[in-house]
């Protein structure tokens, strides 16, 4: 039962910072054991995992990121949000959010509950 959905401007301008919204109804961010994760899918590429934010409040990155990336939570809004700075025309994609276990948390397999996912451009 529980539903994600991304937000956020979908044309970000090359150098700057790329903000997304997950917005999580039908279960707490807080519930423990799940790992609430952001991942993308460039076009014609396969699915890029990009971070996590665990029912903690602790977060991890994938290392080619980084530098780039800060995943936080508004816990009274049930939210978590990516953002993602200096951004280039490679970061086009579309970005999911998602609900996995500690098993998948870093998994670029489509499993635990996702998001439709929301199509973000970088472009001039």
């Known amino acids: 039962q529980v539903q994600l959905q991304e937000s956020g401007p979908g044309l970000v301008k090359p150098s700057q910072t790329l903000s997304l919204t997950c917005t999580v109804s039908g279960g707490s961010i807080t519930t423990k054991n799940w790992y609430w994760s952001w991942l993308r899918q460039p076009p014609g590429k396969g699915l890029e995992w990009i971070g996590y934010i665990a029912y903690s409040g602790n977060t991890y990155y994938k290392s080619s990121l980084k530098s780039r990336t800060s995943i936080s939570r508004d816990t009274s809004k049930n939210q978590f949000t990516l953002q993602l700075s200096s951004v280039t025309p490679e970061d086009t994609a579309v970005y999911y959010c998602?609900?996995?276990?500690?098993?998948?948390?870093?998994?670029?397999?489509?499993?635990?509950?996702w998001g439709q996912g929301t199509q973000v451009t970088v472009s001039s």
């Open positions: 998602a609900r996995r276990n500690f098993g998948s948390a870093t998994s670029t397999e489509r499993g635990g509950s």
